[in-house]
């Protein structure tokens, strides 16, 4: 995988020299990339981010904005896709178009990546895929960096199991982005972690990521189930989790208590809800991966061997701990 990109290196850099470089927080449709980007030690980058459809996206976009500045040698040309998987493959198309020099992908959804990838390895630009996974071949991408989302499900359902385990629970699942790799990842982690519990899942339906989706899936399920017939919430991510909060006040139910609640990512509101006791247990997904992402650019664009799969480590958080973490929080 390293090998192939690394041979296309003098491709990219000799098509680099007749581009321009580009403004940093540019749109791929209308910036232009076209003489002299990545010229000298400037390295033209186009990150195709998924939209900014959560408070963990909010702080990643802003880590990778702070790590491809002018002043770290990048000209960065950035587009959010507003989760929509076609639009985010015609900007990865419009980079290769434009000739920048590296490509950075959050992919929405896992499938589908084949022919664009295919293509920017075919124009000798390099693919660093940062936070999600994609299914295509790995030949199609220099490096991965991001978090173990299966993991984060596992540690979230062992304390579910320890909690709930031994009691009839009924579960109801707010679901990330259909086909994404967290939603699918998180699901699978979760579900193994408490097989053979008594914690049945009577529910699962997807919120998008996002907190209107998780309060309207939530207001359904109340609908169907009752806050009476609700035990507990697995949110895939905190912004979907205070959807649900919001959606089981309106009920004239107490959540956190009537309703348990655990979610995904640790950004701030959601460790604010955890420490007033609105949400039980929260496992970090840490958005900050800007300074990786940017040395894996680097190295690639350079010719140097760069780590192909980086794990970024997240941490878990009960009541205490968030109450400790929170004056601190980056995030
Ligand atoms: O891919 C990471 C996930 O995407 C975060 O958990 C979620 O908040 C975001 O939208």
Redesign the pocket.
């Known amino acids: 995988m390293k090998k192939r990109f690394l041979s296309t290196i003098a491709i990219a850099g000799a098509a680099a020299m007749a581009l321009t470089a580009c403004s940093s927080d540019s749109d791929a449709g209308s910036s232009d990339a076209a003489d002299g980007g990545g010229g000298g030690d400037v390295i033209t980058v186009g990150f195709a981010q998924?939209?900014s459809?959560?408070?963990?996206?909010s702080a990643?976009t802003e880590s990778m904005k702070t790590a491809f500045s002018s002043e770290n040698g990048f000209e960065l040309v950035f587009n959010a896709a507003d989760n929509d998987t076609a639009a985010q493959i015609a900007a990865v198309r419009s980079f290769i178009n434009q000739g920048v020099d590296a490509i950075v992908i959050?992919p929405i959804v896992e499938d589908g990546w084949d022919d664009v990838l295919q293509e920017a390895s075919d124009a000798g630009i390099p693919v660093i895929l940062e936070?999600?996974t994609v299914s295509a071949s790995e030949d199609l991408y220099a490096a991965w960096i991001?978090?173990d989302?299966e993991q984060?499900g596992v540690t979230a359902g062992e304390w579910a199991a320890a909690e709930f385990g031994d009691t009839e629970t009924n579960m109801v699942v707010l679901e990330?982005?259909t086909g994404?790799?967290?939603a699918n990842d998180?699901a699978t982690g979760f579900d193994s972690a408490i097989e053979g519990t008594m914690i049945t899942k009577i529910d699962s339906q997807t919120g998008d990521?996002?907190r209107d989706g998780g309060k309207s899936v939530m207001e359904g399920f109340i609908q169907n189930y009752g806050v009476d017939g609700i035990d507990l919430v697995y949110a895939?991510?905190?912004?979907?989790a205070l959807g649900a909060i919001e959606a089981i006040e309106a009920a004239g139910a107490v959540p956190g208590e009537d309703i348990k609640i655990i979610s995904?990512?640790a950004?701030h509101d959601g460790m604010q809800a955890l420490v007033d006791g609105k949400i039980n247990y929260i496992v970090e997904?840490n958005?900050l991966l800007g300074d990786l992402v940017a040395a894996a650019v680097t190295g690639v664009v350079n010719g140097e061997d760069v780590e192909a799969v980086q794990y970024v480590e997240d941490l878990a958080f009960d009541q205490a701990a968030a109450e400790e973490a929170l004056p601190d929080r980056k995030y």
Not at 53 to 57: D, P
Not at 236 to 240: G, L, R, T
């Open positions: 998924t939209g459809e959560s408070g963990w996206r990643n959050a936070d999600r991001g978090l989302f984060e990330g982005t994404s790799a967290p998180r990521f996002t895939h991510n905190d912004d979907m995904i990512d950004v997904c958005p």
